[in-house]
């Protein structure tokens, strides 16, 4: 069974920084393409950041473009988002995602398997 674990997230002081991991395991997602999703409070769950499977490629949020850096290391079968310059609005909960082709999508329903996710939250 496919499982994928969040970790790293916690309480920042805007303007800090945070790095968020996502272990893999169960089966090993080196061909797949992987991203990380939140959602606030009261809104939708929205893409934040993928990479394709060969890391070749990466595509951001406009909202986090220039703060947030997604890698992925697939010796350990592992997905990072590095966080910095955090803002209030960057309060959510962040979720890891990975989908079979191999390529990056937006859309959360384009993405087979999901993490429980973990909780950012920015004060002001």
């Known amino acids: 069974q496919a499982q994928l674990v969040e970790s790293g997230g916690g309480l920042v002081q805007a303007g800090g920084s945070l790095r968020l991991s996502c272990a893999a395991s169960g089966r090993t997602f080196s061909s797949h393409a992987v991203a990380w999703f939140r959602q606030a409070p009261g809104k939708e769950r929205e893409f934040v950041a993928g990479v394709s499977w060969s890391a070749g490629n990466t595509l951001y949020a406009d909202s986090v473009k220039g703060r947030f850096a997604i890698y992925r290391d697939n010796a350990k079968n592992t997905l990072y988002l590095q966080m910095n310059s955090l803002k209030p609005e960057d309060r959510a909960v962040y979720y890891c995602?990975?989908?079979?082709?191999?390529?990056?999508?937006?859309?959360?329903?384009?993405?087979?398997?999901w993490g429980q996710g973990t909780q950012v939250t920015v004060s002001s």
């Open positions: 995602a990975a989908r079979v082709p191999p390529l990056i999508a937006t859309k959360e329903s384009e993405y087979d398997y």
